[in-house]
């Protein structure tokens, strides 16, 4: 049956049928018909962020923790421009999302008009799909098609943009009841001879190891992945996109490949003879140098998208499907086939590595240093039902190597694009997805200043986020390549420790604001923070020029690193000569 009514009124109707509750929305000129639509609708609530950048980084953050597509409107112009970095973000995470950009009036639109941008062009790279609606009666089957494809497959942005006329005009709507996608069909269920010739091969091999990334959270498949791991007592390397699907305080769980992983994950790659990828990219931060990355191991890749396969690495046996699907069509062959795990003597000897080569740093009782103030954290918290966030730098890398994450979808980090300023916003998102969890962004100096703003949306909508910012008074990664690379000439990467000074930009945006710098004190004043009503943040004053260790040189092979071997001041541990080769 139709109803008569508005475009924008369309708009509304459809977010509404789809389910949607929450919208991440800022508005101006062509976008105020859609937003004077929403103020009737007492379904879905609309958040007010300070800038479209973060109004985008907040519905990653949603979607990441509830597992459904984030929502954005904007306007047109500059509101559409800010989201670029929100939708590449998105885009390189696998992140499902429906991105609404308001346009100019079709009469006007390649006229340059007042706050024209042809945003299905610029952001054509960086979105799954996009859309320019040219007709109202286009509107809902748009919408339809947009909540499918953001969601389905290998899920990603989409962007709608909507001319002002067609959200004015009126017509008589009509919800469709399915949508016909030719040429999109999402291979979903892997090729059943090629899950039994890859579970011939996972129950052949003596040192198997599963490599695996977001892809299994997207997929909902770490229940399945827990199955395989233990029935074939499989190490797991979880990658920082794979963070939380599987749990990292299980004897299986063997941490974080690529430059900043742990020694022992990496040798365990280096002698992998079985490498199982599962949901992965084979990113290059992982990598290494490709040519060295599991050389001696024959390849499963698993990945809903087929672009994925080969791309990187070569693959001895792909598997094109989703990956929940896939583990649980492995695990069935494998119970068929009465398959007995055979890895003890491997799993010995990746633990005599982890023995051998933990992660570890030099302790400090006058100075906190960043890995102590991270460790903290995860002890605190790892019983509380909690999401932790990251902004970009080495605060994000140490949060990777002391930050267990044992829940799927506790954890948002930037992960392809590395965006700096990302960690705050999807905090203020993930707060909204996750209202009962204690939720806490780890951030840098440099980082909480890009989208510092939003400490405004957090307080006016009682969003109880806690801020950890890790001062260094430096844009830290940037000072540890330059130290290592570049002669110590910090060029254009020195901070302020005490501009902004945080305690008082908390008192003026209501916050609370604590400033800590005594290691005595580091866990009450956490544990005060973290237990204060609403949002807080914590100034932790920390060592200055500390570097993340282990290290990959860029373009080096993961099993030559820099640093991390206990025991003696870093320096002694770093390898000149070794630097030197992997850098020139
Ligand atoms: C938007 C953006 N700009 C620049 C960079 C390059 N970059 C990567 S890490 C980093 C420094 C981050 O500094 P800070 O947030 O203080 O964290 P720290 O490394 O000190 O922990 C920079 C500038 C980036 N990743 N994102």
Same mark, same amino acid.
């Given at each position: 049956?139709?109803?008569?009514?508005?475009?924008?009124?369309?708009?509304?109707?459809?977010?509404?049928?789809? /389910?949607?509750?929450?919208?991440?929305?800022?508005?101006? /000129?062509?976008?105020?018909?859609?937003?004077?639509a929403?103020y009737d609708?007492?379904?879905?609530?609309?958040?007010?962020p300070?800038?479209?950048?973060?109004?985008?980084?907040?519905?990653?953050?949603y979607?990441?923790?509830?597992g459904?597509?984030?929502?954005?409107?904007?306007?047109?112009?500059?509101?559409?421009?800010n989201?670029?970095? #929100?939708l590449a973000?998105?885009?390189?995470?696998?992140?499902?999302?429906?991105v609404f950009?308001?346009?100019?009036?079709?009469?006007? =639109?390649?006229?340059?008009?007042?706050?024209?941008?042809?945003?299905?062009?610029?952001?054509?790279?960086i979105?799954?799909?996009?859309?320019?609606?040219?007709?109202?009666?286009?509107?809902?089957?748009?919408?339809?098609?947009?909540?499918?494809?953001?969601?389905?497959?290998?899920?990603?942005?989409?962007?709608?943009?909507?001319?002002?006329d067609?959200?004015k005009?009126?017509?008589?709507f009509?919800?469709?009841?399915?949508?016909?996608?030719?040429?999109?069909?999402?291979?979903v269920?892997?090729?059943?001879?090629?899950?039994?010739?890859?579970?011939?091969? *996972?129950?052949?091999?003596?040192?198997?190891?599963?490599?695996?990334?977001?892809?299994?959270?997207?997929?909902g498949?770490?229940?399945?992945?827990?199955? =395989?791991?233990?029935?074939?007592? =499989?190490?797991?390397?979880?990658?920082?996109?794979?963070?939380?699907?599987?749990?990292?305080?299980?004897?299986?769980?063997?941490?974080?490949?690529?430059?900043?992983?742990?020694?022992?994950?990496?040798?365990?790659?280096?002698?992998?003879?079985?490498?199982?990828?599962?949901?992965?990219?084979?990113?290059d931060?992982?990598?290494g140098?490709?040519?060295?990355?599991?050389?001696?191991?024959?390849?499963?890749?698993? &990945?809903?998208?087929?672009?994925?396969?080969?791309?990187?690495?070569?693959?001895?046996?792909?598997?094109?499907?989703?990956?929940?699907?896939?583990?649980?069509?492995?695990?069935?062959?494998?119970r068929?086939?009465d398959?007995?795990?055979?890895?003890?003597?491997?799993?010995?000897?990746?633990?005599?590595?982890?023995?051998?080569?933990?992660?570890?740093?030099?302790?400090?009782?006058?100075?906190?240093?960043?890995e102590?103030?991270?460790?903290?954290?995860?002890?605190?918290?790892?019983?509380?039902?909690?999401?932790?966030?990251?902004e970009?730098?080495?605060?994000?890398?140490w949060?990777?190597?002391?930050?267990?994450?044992?829940?799927?979808?506790?954890?948002?980090?930037?992960?392809?694009?590395?965006?700096?300023?990302?960690?705050?916003?999807?905090?203020?998102?993930?707060?909204?997805?996750?209202?009962?969890?204690?939720? *806490?962004?780890?951030?840098?100096?440099?980082?909480?200043?890009m989208n510092?703003?939003?400490?405004?949306?957090?307080?006016?909508?009682g969003?109880?986020?806690?801020?950890?910012?890790?001062?260094?008074?430096?844009?830290?990664?940037?000072r540890?390549?330059?130290?290592?690379?570049? /002669?110590?000439?910090?060029?254009?990467?020195?901070?302020?420790?005490?501009c902004? &000074?945080?305690?008082?930009?908390?008192?003026a945006?209501?916050?609370?604001?604590?400033r800590?710098?005594?290691p005595?004190?580091?866990?009450?004043?956490?544990?005060?923070?973290?237990?204060?009503?609403?949002?807080?943040i914590?100034d932790?004053?920390?060592?200055?020029?500390?570097?993340?260790?282990?290290?990959?040189?860029?373009? #080096?092979?993961?099993?030559?690193?820099?640093?991390?071997?206990?025991? /003696?001041?870093v320096s002694?541990?770093?390898d000149?000569? =070794? *630097?030197?080769?992997?850098w020139?």
């Amino acid at each position: 049956m139709s109803e008569r009514m508005t475009g924008a009124q369309a708009l509304v109707r459809s977010l509404e049928l789809e /389910g949607v509750t929450t919208l991440f929305g800022y508005p101006g /000129g062509v976008a105020l018909p859609i937003f004077d639509a929403l103020y009737d609708s007492a379904q879905v609530h609309v958040l007010l962020p300070r800038h479209e950048q973060a109004a985008v980084h907040a519905a990653d953050g949603y979607a990441r923790v509830t597992g459904k597509p984030g929502v954005v409107l904007v306007t047109s112009g500059p509101g559409a421009t800010n989201t670029i970095t #929100g939708l590449a973000n998105a885009y390189m995470d696998s992140v499902p999302m429906v991105v609404f950009t308001a346009q100019v009036a079709q009469s006007v =639109l390649g006229t340059d008009a007042f706050q024209e941008s042809d945003i299905t062009g610029i952001t054509l790279p960086i979105t799954k799909h996009s859309y320019l609606v040219r007709n109202p009666d286009d509107l809902a089957e748009t919408i339809r098609e947009a909540f499918l494809i953001a969601t389905t497959g290998r899920p990603g942005p989409v962007l709608i943009d909507v001319p002002v006329d067609v959200s004015k005009a009126e017509f008589d709507f009509v919800w469709p009841e399915h949508v016909n996608l030719p040429g999109y069909k999402p291979t979903v269920r892997g090729h059943i001879k090629q899950i039994k010739q890859a579970a011939a091969l *996972i129950a052949e091999a003596r040192k198997p190891l599963l490599y695996v990334g977001g892809g299994v959270l997207a997929s909902g498949g770490w229940k399945e992945l827990k199955e =395989l791991a233990e029935l074939m007592q =499989l190490p797991v390397a979880t990658t920082l996109m794979g963070k939380g699907a599987f749990p990292e305080d299980h004897y299986l769980s063997i941490g974080m490949p690529g430059m900043h992983g742990a020694k022992y994950t990496n040798f365990a790659i280096t002698d992998t003879d079985l490498l199982i990828a599962v949901g992965v990219r084979f990113d290059d931060r992982v990598t290494g140098k490709l040519s060295a990355f599991a050389a001696k191991a024959r390849v499963i890749h698993i &990945d809903v998208d087929p672009a994925e396969i080969g791309k990187n690495k070569t693959v001895d046996m792909p598997v094109v499907g989703d990956a929940k699907q896939v583990l649980a069509g492995l695990v069935a062959e494998l119970r068929k086939a009465d398959a007995e795990p055979r890895t003890e003597g491997w799993m010995n000897a990746i633990d005599d590595w982890r023995r051998q080569f933990p992660l570890h740093y030099l302790h400090n009782t006058e100075e906190i240093m960043p890995e102590f103030a991270i460790e903290t954290i995860q002890r605190i918290t790892r019983d509380r039902k909690r999401v932790i966030t990251t902004e970009v730098g080495q605060h994000q890398m140490w949060a990777c190597q002391y930050i267990h994450v044992t829940e799927p979808r506790t954890w948002c980090s930037s992960g392809g694009l590395g965006t700096m300023g990302f960690g705050f916003p999807a905090a203020i998102g993930a707060q909204l997805g996750a209202p009962d969890h204690l939720v *806490i962004d780890i951030a840098g100096d440099g980082s909480i200043q890009m989208n510092s703003q939003e400490m405004a949306t957090a307080a006016i909508n009682g969003l109880p986020v806690k801020v950890v910012v890790l001062n260094n008074g430096y844009l830290g990664m940037v000072r540890q390549w330059q130290e290592l690379f570049y /002669g110590h000439r910090y060029s254009s990467s020195t901070l302020a420790q005490d501009c902004p &000074d945080f305690v008082k930009l908390a008192d003026a945006y209501g916050w609370k604001g604590y400033r800590v710098s005594d290691p005595a004190l580091l866990e009450a004043t956490l544990r005060e923070a973290f237990d204060a009503e609403g949002p807080a943040i914590i100034d932790v004053r920390v060592v200055r020029e500390e570097c993340v260790y282990p290290m990959v040189a860029p373009g #080096g092979s993961i099993d030559e690193m820099l640093g991390g071997v206990p025991g /003696g001041p870093v320096s002694d541990m770093l390898d000149d000569d =070794l *630097i030197k080769e992997v850098w020139e």
